[in-house]
């Protein structure tokens, strides 16, 4: 198969947010930090009516039905999350109630997980198959869903929850580069969740945010020496249109940016003028250790790299500031606001994507945008997503509200034997979401 890639998505995000302006406020921090000082808008989270399953549910019905897809013609279903419901049944095999209602059960691939990075190994998993000589010709489903919530304190608004479903086949509108893969794995401890008895990870932020900027760099240099020994000539930011980050929040996407910028002044790039250089010359001499830590570069580099970031990474960052982090559905939901900003625009461009999970895994990859055929095309795409939409039609719940969801939920967790209220009038119909839970931990799902 050739140009193997994403021909079509949706993304879904439950409709219920809160204001970081108020969440700051009601936190007594000071003015300013969650919206500027992490660069955050909003913050979605699931009630008790949502969680990982219905969001996934919801998105995987959505994309059947708008693209007019047969679910007989899936033939690869994967599944990347982090959130557990189950140490054993797979996320995929409650998705599989929508396939074997039209008779196909012959659909392979489990559940991936590794924090934020299972999406991207669902992915990968999808396109290699299609690739490869076991594919029989249908199509495979890549499925991120996630809903990330965070213990009281600094992390707590770095939360965020959607799912996103990509269908994968050749002859793609955003089709792999697959040559150009950059990857960086190693074992630290900067975001796990060794606790089976709670949904909140133990997070060391400080650490998680060094460990994503030398992942960065690991991985951008495997990624530019791939590029160079297949196209022989120097890879740099000048040769990605777009450039789109895992978005834990956006603060560190505007100094990842400004990462990559300097790895491009050390490789004495051309797409660094010549004034810039000037300004980045002081920092040459810096250790890799000590580049991480020196504020000096971060500030000055931020401030050299501010129209590039503009033109290439301003566009991807609309839904992740608005949503928060969505762990293994951010960068794609990062992606899909691009598709939103630059729908008319994109043909021909290149995109690079680069993405993190805690623990750690990490890869930089690509696209290349191409003209597709009805309904694969990247404006159908726009249009099937109606991001706008979809920001427009929430609902932002008072920060007290969101605190006393999040009570309600620690208790949930992992609970047997409830039931949840039956006030759905927030959902949109074909909202897929929990019912109850029996005394043996089945979950029972409806559609509005
Ligand atoms: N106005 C403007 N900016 C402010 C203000 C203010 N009033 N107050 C603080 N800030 C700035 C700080 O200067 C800082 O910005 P800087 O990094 O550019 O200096 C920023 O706000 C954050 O404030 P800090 O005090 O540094 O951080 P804090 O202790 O509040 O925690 C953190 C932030 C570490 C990101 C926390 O939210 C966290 O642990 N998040 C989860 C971990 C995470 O997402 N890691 C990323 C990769 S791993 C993953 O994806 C899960």
Redesign the pocket.
């Known amino acids: 198969a050739k140009e193997v890639g994403i021909l079509a998505m949706d993304i879904y995000f439950p409709p219920t947010c809160v204001k970081q302006e108020e969440l700051e406020a009601y936190d007594g ?5 969650y ?4 660069g955050q808008d909003c913050l979605t989270f699931c009630t008790e009516l949502e969680d990982v399953i219905s969001m996934s549910l919801t998105v995987v019905t959505s994309l059947l039905e708008k693209y007019q897809i047969d679910p007989k013609r899936i033939g690869r279903l994967e599944v990347g999350t982090e959130t557990v419901i189950d140490k054993s049944k797979s996320i995929k095999t409650w998705l599989m109630q929508i396939f074997e209602e039209s008779g196909n059960t012959d659909i392979e691939g489990v559940d991936s997980t590794n ?2 990075y299972g999406g991207t190994a669902a992915l990968f998993n999808c396109v290699n198959w299609v690739e490869s000589s076991s594919w029989d010709g249908r199509y495979g489903l890549a499925v991120c869903t996630d809903s ?1 919530v ?1 213990a009281e ?6 939360g965020g929850a959607a799912a996103i479903a990509m269908l994968i086949g050749p002859n793609a509108p955003i089709a792999f580069e697959s040559k150009y893969r950059g990857t960086h794995m190693s074992h630290v401890y ?2 796990y969740k060794p606790n089976l008895a709670s949904e909140y ?1 133990v ?4 650490l ?2 060094t ?2 900027l030398m992942a960065l760099d690991q991985c951008y240099k495997q990624f530019c020496s791939k590029f160079e020994k297949y196209e022989e000539k120097q890879f740099s930011i000048s040769d990605a249109d777009y450039i789109v980050f ?1 978005s ?2 956006n ?2 996407v505007q ?1 990842s940016f400004a990462r990559l910028y300097f790895n491009d002044f050390l490789r004495n790039s051309s797409s660094v003028q010549k004034e810039a250089k000037e300004k980045m010359e002081p920092f040459s001499s810096l250790t890799r250790d000590e580049s991480y830590q020196s ?1 000096d570069l ?1 500030k000055t580099s931020q401030q050299v790299a501010k129209d590039l970031y503009d033109e290439k990474v301003q566009p991807s960052t609309l839904i992740p500031k608005q949503v928060g ?1 969505m ?1 293994t559905a ?1 960068l794609y939901a990062a992606f899909a606001s691009v598709l939103h900003n630059k729908l008319s625009n994109l043909v021909g461009k290149r995109i690079v994507m680069f993405s ?3 623990g750690l895994s990490s890869t930089m990859f690509s696209f290349r945008i191409q003209d597709g055929q009805h309904p694969f095309t990247i404006s159908n795409i726009g249009t099937v997503m109606n991001i706008n939409g979809k920001l427009e039609s929430r609902h932002v719940f008072p920060p007290e509200k969101f605190i006393e969801t999040m009570k309600l939920m620690e208790h949930r967790y992992g609970a047997k034997d409830f039931v949840t209220a039956k006030e759905t009038s927030l959902l949109s119909p074909g909202t897929f979401y929990l019912e109850r839970v029996d005394s043996v931990y089945r979950r029972f799902y409806a559609k509005k």
């Open positions: 921090a000071s003015k300013g930090k919206t500027i000082g992490l924090a934020c990330a965070y304190g600094p992390a707590r608004p770095t900067d975001f990870p997070v060391d932020g400080k998680s945010q460990c994503y895992h834990p929040y603060k560190l100094k504020r971060e982090n762990y951010s993190y999970g805690s």
